[in-house]
T-cell receptor
Framework: AQSVTQLGSHVSVSEGALVLLRCNYS??????LFWYVQYPNQGLQLLLK??????LVKGINGFEAEFKKSETSFHLTKPSAHMSDAAEYFC??????????????FGKGTLLTVNP | DSGVTQTPKHLITATGQRVTLRCSPR?????VYWYQQSLDQGLQFLIQ???????AKGNILERFSAQQFPDLHSELNLSSLELGDSALYFC?????????????FGPGTRLTVL
């Protein structure tokens, strides 16, 4: 069964500092991986997705993630944090097993705080 | 704005009651997914419909049911409500039922059971 582990439920960075949010996945077949962001009292918005086209994926708002099969990781990074990046971030995996199971399995989420 | 609408935005009800949450997918999206977000369980997949048919089920309680109508909107019915059902319920939609397709999320319905 697929699963996602996000290391660190809370990450705090200074404005302008590097953002690194960690995600490791477990999947029995080549996965499709996603990062979503949730701002307070809002729904989830897709930041980026990995669908096997390229291992380094660029998303919106300056975020990117690198798929590393050997490490089963899909960490999210941004070179310079902005105050507006403060939100909760979710890593998710979707397996296309050929059956009818296309659900997203989410990690527990990482709350990003950006300090001025 | 994702294009997915959910009503109502907030719902407060009592234990033992029954409620219906409604979701309208993005124009052209055939697949609808329901998720529950709670503090203790996180984001959990409940059920998926594709073009009116149930496609996948997650940890959905027997007290919960859903359907997708011919106009593609979906309803999630929660009955015999318990305090533990208090959560944020999200609907998401995608063009097709495929693992690589992005799911677009609605703003959610916050259910409070008193």
């Amino acid at each position: 069964a697929q699963s996602v582990t996000q290391l660190g439920s809370h990450v705090s960075v200074s404005e302008g500092a590097l953002v690194l949010l960690r995600c490791n996945y477990s999947s029995s077949v080549p996965p499709y991986l996603f990062w979503y962001v949730q701002y307070p009292n809002q729904g989830l918005q897709l930041l980026l997705k990995y669908t096997s086209a390229a291992t380094l994926v660029k998303g919106i708002n300056g975020f990117e993630a690198e798929f590393k099969k050997s490490e089963t990781s899909f960490h999210l990074t941004k070179p310079s944090a902005h105050m507006s990046d403060a939100a909760e971030y979710f890593c998710a995996v979707s397996e296309d097993s050929g059956g009818s199971n296309y659900k997203l399995t989410f990690g527990k989420g990482t709350l990003l705080t950006v300090n001025p | 704005d994702s294009g997915v609408t959910q009503t109502p935005k907030h719902l407060i009800t009592a234990t033992g009651q029954r409620v219906t949450l409604r979701c309208s997918p993005r124009s052209g999206d055939l697949s609808v997914y329901w998720y529950q977000q709670s503090l203790d369980q996180g984001l959990q997949f409940l059920i998926q419909y594709y073009n009116g048919e149930e496609r996948a089920k997650g940890n959905i309680l027997e007290r919960f049911s859903a359907q997708q109508f011919p106009d593609l909107h979906s309803e999630l019915n929660l009955s015999s409500l318990e305090l533990g059902d208090s959560a944020l319920y999200f609907c998401a939609s995608s063009v097709v039922a495929s693992g690589l397709n992005e799911q677009f999320f609605g703003p959610g319905t916050r259910l409070t059971v008193l």
